[in-house]
């Protein structure tokens, strides 16, 4: 697995870049990720990151679009507005994890 | 110093991609293809148009939507959860209220892997920006009016019509 240098510190990623090290990721890097990405942090963006964050702890898997919409609270329509696009990927990458696995 | 390995998150409208899905049935197990396929298709960005034509009316007609039925009469791959090849016995699927404990059952395997029924998976399409279209002939049909129909179809329309806002894209018949 190939290591790459984020805001001035070694990450571990995958081919595609997404974090492979959960634990390696904060706050501050998270700016960097979304900046990457063309994506500037509000408020709003981070209610799904910290979402996701405290659902992998318990699930040991990245949450599904869904699973943010119907256990975190919300609506899909906004996680589009705030991740243009590929919303689950985006807010993945963003939050230091992994794309989600499941296909709902 | 490596290069920073930054995910390409292109947009698909930028490269055009669109998929067009035409619902041809109404039986449960036949629902899920396409709104399961819709829904991977939205989640990377492509335009998703779906045409829901003949039985596959029942999937967005407010009565039936959430009432879909499966039955494995005629579909001799059905087997036993878990008994692979070991098929049931195809006069069983006619014998009164099996229909009903055959959709019961697949229901409960569908609710299992955290999937949703018909309307609520119509709501996370419609959510993800999914154009939903009704087929005119099947309206006329089964004298239905957009009334009748699920909250996010956009309007009833002709086949000519979705094959012109079709126009590019890849297509799917189910």
């Given at each position: ?104 | ?81 878990g008994h692979f090849g070991m ?11 099996m229909t009903a404990v055959t ?72």
């Amino acid at each position: 697995m190939p290591t790459t240098t984020i805001a001035g510190r070694q990450i571990d990623v995958d081919a595609e870049g997404f974090l492979t090290k959960p634990e390696q990721w904060d706050e501050e890097l998270a700016q960097t990720l979304a900046a990457n990405i063309g994506i500037t942090l509000t408020d709003a963006h981070w209610v799904p990151i910290h979402f996701l964050r405290k659902d992998f702890e318990t699930q040991k898997e990245t949450a599904t679009l869904r699973r943010v919409s119907t256990v975190g609270g919300i609506p899909v329509k906004d996680l589009f507005a705030l991740f243009p696009g590929k919303p689950a990927k985006k807010m993945s990458y963003i939050a230091g994890l992994q794309k989600p696995k499941g296909c709902v | 110093m490596t290069d920073m390995i930054v995910p390409s998150f292109d947009d698909a409208t930028s490269t055009g991609r669109k998929l067009a899905i035409i619902c041809s049935k109404g039986n449960l197990d036949m629902a899920y293809p396409g709104l399961i396929l819709a829904n991977a298709a939205l989640g990377e960005g492509i335009e998703v148009h779906l045409f829901f034509t003949f039985w596959g009316f029942d999937m967005i007609n407010k009565e039936t939507m959430g009432k879909l039925k499966f039955s494995y009469l005629g579909n001799t791959a059905m087997h036993m959860p878990g008994h692979f090849g070991m098929s049931m016995p195809q006069g069983m699927a006619g014998l009164p209220g099996m229909t009903a404990v055959t959709t019961k059952m697949m229901k409960k395997q569908i609710a299992d892997l955290d999937v949703p029924e018909v309307p609520e998976f119509l709501d996370l399409l419609h959510g993800s920006g999914a154009k939903m279209w009704a087929c005119r002939m099947s309206a006329d049909m089964m004298h239905l009016e957009k009334e009748h129909l699920y909250e996010g179809v956009e309007d009833i329309i002709s086949a000519t019509d979705f094959i012109e806002l079709t126009d590019g894209a890849q297509l799917l018949f189910i």
